[in-house]
């Protein structure tokens, strides 16, 4: 299964069960965003963690919704 088809189960589980975070969710980051980080961390991203940011960038505030955020 595709990294984004689990982003997209996990999106939908969230939206119906905890919306308020769900919410707090940031948008994908974008392919300019995610080149910056590299730059700035002076390594290519994992592929896996690449593709899961184009799906959300990190959150907006303190959550739970994932263990060991």
Known sequence: MALSESWRRI????????ASDFALLNPPATPAEIRQAERILGTQLPSHLGESLQCHNGVSAWTTILPEQ
């Not at 999106?11 to 905890?18: E, N, R």
């Open 11 to 18: 999106d939908a589980w969230l939206a119906t069960h905890v």
